[in-house]
């Protein structure tokens, strides 16, 4: 190959470089990346930092030990161990040693075939809380600051709670010990959030009550669809 054939190759291979840079940008406020971002117009994940994230999950009665405790739930009288109250009334619902459900809320229990979320489905993992006002029931979201696999995970907004307040979401993960060291994993502020955009606003689906219960242990969590990022503070 002469000199001249060579010189026009590395010319042409630095024009298509030049050109790919300049339509492959890395979101500017990204830890690993530089230059603006570009505008994105088909369906994408719109994301927004300074949010604090936690977890919670649903506590198992086998779990605990100790003295019990008779409270009354949906009229009947029934005991449980006192440390597993305690949990329940925190993380609004557990399972019984029978297998059925408990929940708490506004100082009085209540029974089910599942963990409940807000609207009246059943819980599972890939949920979470998050305050409506802010965030639409049903959006999808995907918080990428998050360790693996869950930054990977595409969540569903179907659950809110009374300290869920603003820019708060909290990751529901499941049932028993294992679920709950989950939770401890990922409690952080400032973390990035990300809501399916699709024409122009966050994309939801609409959530229809559940009955089926929540199965045993820590499922692995769904892996969101590869999309592209557009972050902004």
Not at 195 to 206: C, E, H, N, S, T
């Amino acid at each position: 190959m002469s000199k001249r054939r060579i010189a026009y190759l590395v010319a042409f291979v630095v024009i298509l470089g030049a050109i790919f840079l300049a339509e492959v940008r890395l979101p500017g406020n990204l830890p690993f990346g530089g230059g603006a971002s570009t505008s994105v117009t088909g369906p994408h994940e719109s994301c927004t930092s300074g949010w604090n994230v936690t977890g919670y999950f649903t506590p198992v009665e086998t779990d605990y030990t100790g003295p019990a405790q008779t409270v009354t739930v949906n009229g009947t009288a029934r005991s449980f161990y006192s440390s597993f109250l305690e949990d329940v009334q925190v993380e609004g619902w557990g399972q019984t040693k029978e297998g059925n459900y408990i929940g708490y809320e506004n100082g009085q229990y209540s029974a089910s075939q599942a963990p409940l979320n807000s609207l009246g489905g059943s819980l599972k993992i890939g949920d979470v809380a998050v305050d409506f006002s802010v965030i639409q029931a049903g959006t999808i979201l995907t918080i990428p600051t998050l360790p693996s696999p869950w930054n990977i995970t595409r969540f569903t907004a179907d659950d809110s709670g009374v300290g869920i307040v603003g820019k708060h979401v909290d990751v529901y993960t499941g049932l028993g010990a294992t679920a709950e060291q989950e939770t401890f994993r990922f409690v952080g502020d400032n973390q990035f959030v990300c809501q399916l955009v699709v024409g122009g606003a966050p994309a939801a689906f609409a959530i229809a009550p559940m009955t089926t219960p929540e199965p045993s242990g820590l499922d692995l969590p769904r892996l969101r669809e590869t999309s592209p990022l557009q972050f902004r503070s």
